[in-house]
């Protein structure tokens, strides 16, 4: 039996970290365990300039700890007007490492994104021209459409169209959801990657929904049956080149979580790489651990991997139940606060 494991620094592929008083609380979670993360733009108002994009990496770096060698990775919030010319040069002056997709009102502070897939396509041709990875909510929004299928009817109707128009685009479909997005992303690859979370990966819909109505478990894309687990735990401990870690941690006060309508997002980043070690040591995989968390994900972004190392051991400790936040939001419930986890960062 392994009992400890050192791997490269993994990086998180997927994360939100808010701004303000929300980032300062959740952003040393990432900066302790991880080289570098992607920050999703979908804040209020959103990421969608090149300046907004220097301006918040500014506050990211202010809200690091001292002496932290962590890196943001600011991401663009593609809009119907996006400009093709500021995302070139948000790339060039390495400002933007990629433009995120989220078709509009398909999840948190979405109602700013994309309305007309005809109207992208100028943004779309330049980034492929440059190189530019293309990073997508992959859900389809059309009210007819039953939410458990957004993920496969997405991937019919605009992804496989839009690697078709545009086939030297590089492209993550963000938190694979679903056993049908496995095997679309199996075929898609390397075109396609996906970053895959640590909820989807350990809960299934009746986890969320079978013993009364967890809203701690309510995420978009939302977690789906025990088959789609299984496939998603096969494709992350593969080691397959396609699939790496996203943890899509995304804190929200209670009161939001708790609201009649609640948001969704899980706010995982206090036990994200202890979480994967855990399925990775469940399935038998922890060879393949250092491929999902910290080599995958650099090599479709085309960057290189980190040099430092962190140590994992088999230790049992309590996750936090909640985090204090300054201000009006007060505090985020973390995902599996009061549990014990079987696995520990020591170094
Ligand atoms: O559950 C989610 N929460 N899914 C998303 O796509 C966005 C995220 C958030 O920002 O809270
Ligand atoms: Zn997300």
Redesign the pocket.
């Known amino acids: 039996m392994i009992d400890r494991i050192t791997i490269r620094k993994p990086d998180d592929w997927h994360l ?1 970290v808010r701004d303000n008083d929300m980032m300062r609380a959740c952003l040393p979670y990432t900066a302790r365990n991880f080289g570098r993360a992607i920050f ?1 733009p ?1 804040l209020l108002p959103p990421v969608r300039t090149m300046a907004e994009g220097i301006a918040y990496r500014e506050r990211a770096m202010a809200a690091l700890p001292e002496g932290s060698t962590f890196q943001p990775l600011i991401t663009c919030y593609l809009t119907d007007d996006t400009d093709p010319d500021d995302v070139e040069r948000g790339f060039k002056e390495g400002v933007f490492t990629g433009v995120k997709l989220y078709p509009a009102n ?4 979405s109602a700013a994104g994309v309305t007309d897939f005809a109207k992208i396509e100028r943004v779309l041709a330049r980034m492929e021209k440059l190189g530019m990875r293309f990073l997508i ?1 992959g859900e389809e929004v059309d009210p007819a459409i039953d939410v458990f299928d957004r993920e496969a009817v997405f991937i019919e109707r605009r992804l496989i169209p839009m690697t078709k128009n545009f086939p030297g685009l590089k492209i993550i479909l963000e ?1 694979l959801s679903s056993k049908i997005g496995v095997e679309y992303i199996r075929s898609a690859a390397p075109q396609v990657g996906a970053s895959i979370t640590p909820y989807h990966l350990q809960l299934n819909r009746t986890d969320w929904l079978g013993w009364g109505n967890k809203p701690y478990m309510y ?2 894309p939302v977690i789906k049956t025990e088959p789609d687990r299984l496939a998603l735990r096969d494709a992350a401990t593969s080691g397959d080149a396609c699939f790496f870690l996203g943890t ?1 941690s ?1 804190p ?1 006060s209670v009161a939001k979580k708790l609201a009649v309508v609640g ?4 706010f995982n980043a206090p036990v994200a790489i202890e979480t994967y070690a855990q399925v990775f040591d469940e399935e038998g995989a922890l060879d393949k651990l250092e491929a999902f968390a910290s080599l995958n994900g650099p090599r479709h972004y085309g960057l290189p991997p980190n040099e430092e190392t962190i140590t994992l051991e088999r230790q049992n400790w309590v996750a936090p139940e909640e985090m204090k936040v300054e201000g009006p939001e007060e505090r985020a419930l973390i995902y599996r606060g009061g549990e014990v986890i079987p696995w520990r960062v020591v170094s």
Do not use: V
């Not at 398909?106 to 502070?109: F, K, Q």
């Not at 948001?263 to 899980?266: E, H, N, T």
């Open positions: 939100h999703m979908n398909a999840t948190t502070n909510h938190h995420c978009m899509d995304a929200h948001a969704a997002g899980l």
